[in-house]
């Protein structure tokens, strides 16, 4: 989907972040990240190194996300020193984890006692004893260990570091009618994480028959472009979550932070308004784009349950990226004592249509938007991200403000 068009709009938007000195009065130089120069190709400037990207032309491998990693100076999201958070959960006892230890190490004791007196016996013990332990295997991995969180209303709730469902009433919906809901998970510091998770998107029928399954992204059909969008919450999340997330990772820089996550199943970027009926092969799929909903009761209920926070980052990937930049001026004015960063990563498709998709098919609604300003930031809380080159998809980058962004490119999703 590439064109010389979006490229050079790409370009702009980059050298602007770069070289206008819009940023020199409201943050300091040193703190804008040029990520499209930790990609380039030097051979050949237009393109991402073949070495970092994952075979797509637009999303990195895992050499990529490093070397874009070891380009940030973590000192950007230095910790305060000695400051509690008002979100510090209370201090809980251990005798409940040493107590299901003990019962895990007693469970593969009895399986263990089982599986070598049935080998001890006969054969037709063994064959059930070992389709019993497959069997009960395959229960924990889907109920237990991809289990949903428990449930709770607010963060008053939460005395422990874990993950919980938060449920956000009948205006929020997935694509296919089902659910939805977000997660959370509470920090022992006063900073704050709201992600924008991705998955592709729908916008006409072929796009619209195709949802992205377990079994399908197994097989790689996303890469291949054979499944387009998520159409209600995986069972994945947030069993899976790593990175960022990863409150085990000891050099993970956020470890301690609150982290909301916001799951996408709505194939509109999460800023859709409306459910449309498409057409495939003779048969008819109704897709509810309700993503603009999805993320406004996510967010009024972290601004009720966070309502300060010394630093705040908006993240986002894939077509959660588009949301992150979307998102970001509505609650940099909400918190606007706190400073807020925001990364947009792997985001972009272009095309002529993309108006058309946003505002006709979608019901986004974009001109009247904050996203939709022209006009340029002036934040004084904001650091910038330019986006890497992609060979195939211009590149979005990310320079949040209290009342505007960077204008929306010409581009779609992919």
Known sequence: ???????????????????????????????????????????????????????????????????????????????????????????????????????????????????????????AATAATIGAVLVLGLLYVYFIYFGRPSHVA????????????????????????????????????????IHFYGGGACWDGETAARPITLLGVVRGYTRELQMFYFNSLTRLFPAVLAGMADRRDTTNAFRDWNFVFVPYSTGDLHVGDTSNTYSHNGKTITVHHNGRNNATAVLDWVYANFPEADKVLVSGESAGAWASAFYAPQIADHYTDSKLYCLSDGVGVVTERWRDIVDTIWKADSAKKPWASTSAPTSTRTRSFTAPTRPRAISSTCTPTRSTTTPSPASAPH
């Open 1 to 123: 989907m590439y064109s010389p068009e979006g490229d050079k709009a790409r370009e702009q938007i980059n050298t602007w972040i770069r070289t206008s000195g819009a940023f020199d009065a409201v943050l300091d130089f040193d703190a804008v990240l040029d990520f499209d120069a930790v990609w380039r190709d030097p051979a050949d400037p237009s393109h991402i190194r073949d070495d970092l990207h994952m075979g797509d032309n637009l999303h990195g491998n895992d050499a990529g996300y490093a070397a874009l990693a070891q380009s940030i100076d973590l000192t950007l999201f230095d910790r305060p020193s000695a400051k509690t958070s008002p979100n510090t959960p209370p201090p809980t006892t251990r005798t409940g984890g040493k107590r299901m230890k003990a019962a895990k190490w007693t469970v593969t004791a009895v399986i263990c006692a089982s599986v070598a007196l049935g080998l001890y016996t006969n054969a």
């Open 154 to 193: 607010s963060l008053n709730e939460v005395a422990d570091t874990k993950w919980h469902t938060v449920d956000l009433g009948r205006t929020t919906v997935s694509a296919d009618g089902s659910a939805y809901r977000m997660f959370v998970r509470r920090g022992t510091s006063s900073n704050l994480v």
